[in-house]
Nanobody, 128 residues
């Protein structure tokens, strides 16, 4: 059973930066695509970014393009989300998720239903 643990969240001022980490109990690097989702209070969960198993493909929600960067280190079994120029509307619980279904072979998608393994989330709060 793949286990994911997020870290790196916190309270940051607008314009600040954070780096979120998603550590996996095991990553068979050839198989798992990983995505970051977020959910703000009273809102639906939103796909933020994803990366394919070998980093050949990434995707970002329009709302974060140019500010968020996803990367992975399969040796360390960790996926990172660098978040820059934070805005109050980025406040949410951020979750990482992993999957290896047919739609995730060589690519990734920002659809939560494609990911079968989820972490517990890390809170990001952007406020002055």
């Amino acid at each position: 059973q793949l286990q994911l643990v997020e870290s790196g969240g916190g309270l940051v001022q607008p314009g600040g930066s954070l780096r979120l980490s998603c550590a996996a109990s095991k990553f068979t690097s050839d198989y798992y695509a990983v995505a970051w989702f977020r959910q703000a209070p009273g809102k639906e969960r939103e796909g933020v970014s994803c990366i394919s198993s070998r980093s050949s493909s990434t995707d970002y929600a329009d709302s974060v393009k140019g500010r968020f960067t996803i990367s992975r280190d399969n040796v360390k079994n960790t996926v990172y989300l660098q978040i820059n120029s934070l805005k109050p509307e980025d406040t949410a619980v951020y979750y990482c998720a992993a999957g290896r279904g047919l739609r995730l072979i060589g690519q990734c998608v920002l659809s939560s239903g494609e990911y079968g393994f989820w972490g517990q989330g890390t809170q990001v709060t952007v406020s002055s």
